[in-house]
């Protein structure tokens, strides 16, 4: 077998495992909300186990080790950190409407099913980024750890303002508009973004790794136009006052000057 095929199939493999034995765990504790704990933790899952079986350049293999590992790390203790003993996120409560009886079963596909097909395409710059041995780590790799840093940064800076937002009880029912988030509704997202095209610059330096590309094209999208900001924002718009003034003068995505 090539290690490409190697890289592509080990990742496979690890997803199909972290995802099974994650929903096998959901469905005692009726809880589908833990995937999204365990999100960033499969992808640090997939870095490793293809660092593990392909021989690649040692620097631009640790590096994505390294990149992946610290963004997936933070994301799920932060989402643990906020999510834990708060029970099931309204999204899977609402399919769980739908079909009760079935749900234990329909979320191995809808859920954890669909999300392991979204991360294994995202992972592809970690996984091809780590076969060729040549060329060496240069100044598209540089770049690419510029990009993830301001992503990392926008993401941890965010989450933390929110948070700390969100404890203040005066601020209960109010609108976040401060900081970060006066510039962008979503500076988390627009973090995690550029968290993914940053690893896919690294990736790319080594020719193949430029399919990885892909990886960072899907993890936009599904942010702004399917799971991120699209989804959130429909109920927001309802159960938030004031948020739909937030709407017309903030961007939705990419940081800029409030209209």
């Known amino acids: 077998m090539s290690p490409t095929s190697t890289a592509l199939l080990t990742a496979a493999l690890t997803i ?11 469905v005692p504790l009726k809880n589908a909300s833990i995937v ?16 593990w079986r392909v021989d690649g350049n040692d620097a631009r293999q640790w590096l994505l080790v390294a990149m992946t590992t610290a963004w997936g790390l933070r994301l799920g203790g932060y989402l643990w950190w906020r999510n834990h003993g708060k029970g099931e996120d309204f999204r899977y409560q609402a399919m769980r409407r739908k079909a009760p ?14 999300q392991g097909v979204v991360m294994w395409l995202v992972s592809l710059p970690v996984q091809l980024g780590q076969v060729r041995t040549t060329p060496a780590v240069g100044w598209l790799a540089g770049a690419g750890v510029v990009v993830w840093a301001v992503g990392l940064g926008f993401e941890a800076i965010g989450d933390a303002q929110l948070a700390r937002f969100k404890a203040n009880p005066a601020n209960a029912g109010a609108v976040m508009d401060r900081g970060l988030w006066r510039y962008t509704r979503h500076p988390n997202y627009f973090g995690d973004a550029c968290v993914w095209w940053g690893i896919a610059l690294v990736a ?3 020719g193949l790794g430029a399919v990885g590309l892909i990886g960072a094209a899907v993890m936009t999208v599904f942010l702004r136009r399917i799971s991120g900001v699209t989804l959130l924002e429909k109920s927001l718009v309802k159960r938030r006052p004031g948020y739909a003034e937030y709407v017309a003068r903030t961007s939705p995505f990419i940081p800029r000057p409030p209209r």
């Open 16 to 26: 199909a495992a972290v995802m099974l034995v994650t929903w096998l765990i959901s």
């Open 36 to 51: 999204d704990i365990v999100w960033g933790l499969g992808f640090v899952a997939v870095a490793w186990a293809v660092r």
């Open 101 to 114: 009886e079935r749900f234990w079963l329909l979320s191995l596909v809808r859920v954890f099913g669909v």
């Open 204 to 206: 790319a330096e080594t």
